[in-house]
């Protein structure tokens, strides 16, 4: 008889725990089935940046801490990378769905150009006109460098491994029938190669980033004697007709305390995604960024910032459909 009764409660128990196991179901709660959520599977997304003396680290910093205080419910991390080349094979990679690049470097990306092997054929556009990467050299001010020509068998402080600043400086030196060959190359990171110039282990010191460059702010404010190479008008005028992707840039001299203003080249930067990210998701973090608020956090993120609704849409590769849908919106494509 005690058998049969423990089975028999035993019996009942198990059919109370499946009714409760029932409850939970395949079904999404009306809690929980917002249009949010069903449109957003990635729940945690990575934005590449560059190096940490760079100015894309700041921008990319705060971009993920908007995301991250909105409620979208998407964790966003800031990654430092080794640039605007790396950034291409990352996003493609997935290994961060969004990131920072130099237009140009995007485009050669889905092209296939050098120096990518094979098409990056997922890169899309978010926004364009987020600031200009700047070529920006230094070199002691007792230095016996004046211009870029004499640069060869020079030690250099080229940047980061994978960074644009490696692709410009070879531009510019093959306007003076050089190329990075001529020069004794060390690959660190803008910081890094400032601080190697101060300690006289190289000659000069490249960064490639927005005005002002943390890096190269340091030796204004350690009151450093530095120069930074520049062009002359007519050689822009002919840096220009062989590379009509670069623009011209003056840097003041009160940016970095210098004696005169300097005649230097950029190009524009670029937000970009994979084509595989949702674009509900990439929708909504375009309509986030371009608030009034938030907007104004990303442009006073770092001085280098230009971005604005109106120069947001000068995009050198495909839209991301996210982003197409929310220009087109507002009406700023057609």
Not at 22 to 29: F, K, R, V, Y
Request: overall charge negative.
């Amino acid at each position: 008889m005690k058998i049969k009764l423990l089975a028999g409660i035993m019996a009942i128990m198990l059919l109370m725990v499946l009714a409760l196991t029932g409850c939970g179901g395949t079904e999404p709660s009306p809690e929980t089935e917002t249009p949010q959520e069903l449109a957003n599977t990635v729940s945690d997304i990575t934005i590449g940046t560059a190096a940490a003396g760079g100015a894309w680290y700041p921008i990319g910093a705060t971009m993920a801490d908007i995301i991250m205080l909105s409620d979208l419910g998407v964790q966003a991390n800031v990654a430092t990378t080794g640039g605007s080349i790396e950034n291409c094979k990352l996003v493609q990679d997935m290994t961060c769905e969004i990131a920072i690049t130099v237009g140009y470097q995007a485009y050669d990306a889905m092209n296939g150009n050098p120096p990518y092997e094979g098409k990056y054929e997922d890169l899309r556009c978010v926004f364009s006109g987020l600031s200009y990467g700047v070529l920006q050299v230094v070199v002691p001010d007792n230095s016996d460098i004046k211009s870029f020509a004499d640069l060869a068998g020079k030690r250099v402080a080229a940047g980061p491994a994978g960074g644009g600043a490696i692709l410009v400086l070879d531009m510019v030196l093959n306007h003076y029938g050089l190329s990075m060959s001529d020069v004794r190359a060390s690959y660190v990171s803008y910081e890094e190669g400032v601080t190697m110039m101060t300690d006289g282990q190289v000659d000069a010191a490249v960064a490639y980033a927005g005005i002002a460059t943390p890096a190269i702010s340091t030796l204004k404010a350690k009151n450093e004697d530095f120069r930074m190479l520049g062009f002359t008008e007519e050689e822009m005028d002919e840096l220009l007709k062989v590379y009509p992707f670069f623009s011209k840039i003056i840097v003041p001299s009160d940016m970095y305390g210098l004696d005169v203003d300097t005649i230097t080249v950029g190009t524009a930067n670029i937000v970009f995604a994979n084509a595989n990210l949702e674009e509900d998701l990439v929708y909504d973090i375009c309509k986030l960024f371009f608030t009034e608020e938030n907007l104004k956090r990303i442009q006073d993120s770092q001085p280098s910032v230009e971005l604005t609704l109106e120069n947001a849409t000068r995009n050198p590769i495909p839209w991301h459909p996210g982003a197409e849908r929310y220009f087109k919106e507002i009406g700023l494509i057609e």
